[in-house]
């Protein structure tokens, strides 16, 4: 009895030190959206990171990010130049890698309550 509340207690452990990090590819391509991210649990890493980029190919302009639990590139929180080029962010705390995109699109849904909310009398 005692052994399976060790193992109980144990495996709580982990989940509780677990970072949760966004994961995939976001971004544009001549300003239409690419990609899609989501939320991860991320075992055995203390960190998030973020890739951004941005850039032409031909006449297309690209920007973006890529965004990953990290395996074992960081040491320590804040953005760095990579040396084979391109910039990495390394952070700490649960969804830290967020993407400005998810922060545009949480805006637009808060001023969308907001507005019916404010206006719902006058539409009725």
Same mark, same amino acid.
């Given at each position: 009895?005692? @052994? !399976?509340?060790?193992?109980?207690?144990?495996?709580?452990?982990?989940?509780?030190?677990?970072?949760?990090?966004?994961?995939?590819?976001?971004?544009?391509?001549?300003?239409?959206?690419?990609?899609?991210?989501? @939320?991860?649990?991320? !075992?055995?890493?203390?960190?998030?990171?973020?890739?951004?980029?941005?850039?032409?190919?031909?006449?297309?302009?690209?920007?973006?990010? %890529?965004?990953?639990?990290?395996?074992?590139?960081?040491?320590?929180?804040?953005? !760095?130049?990579?040396?084979?080029?391109?910039?990495?962010?390394?952070?700490?705390?649960?969804?830290?890698?967020?993407?400005? !995109?998810?922060?545009? %699109?949480?805006?637009?849904?808060?001023?969308?309550? @907001?507005?019916?909310?404010?206006? %719902?009398?006058? @539409?009725?």
């Amino acid at each position: 009895m005692l @052994l !399976n509340k060790l193992v109980l207690a144990a495996s709580l452990f982990g989940v509780i030190y677990t970072i949760r990090c966004y994961s995939g590819m976001q971004g544009s391509v001549n300003g239409d959206a690419i990609g899609e991210i989501e @939320l991860l649990d991320c !075992n055995a890493t203390d960190f998030c990171i973020k890739l951004p980029s941005n850039g032409h190919v031909g006449r297309k302009h690209y920007e973006g990010a %890529q965004y990953s639990c990290d395996f074992g590139e960081c040491r320590k929180e804040g953005c !760095n130049k990579r040396e084979g080029g391109g910039t990495l962010c390394c952070c700490s705390t649960d969804e830290c890698n967020e993407s400005s !995109n998810i922060l545009n %699109q949480l805006f637009l849904v808060l001023m969308s309550v @907001l507005f019916l909310v404010t206006f %719902q009398p006058l @539409l009725i």
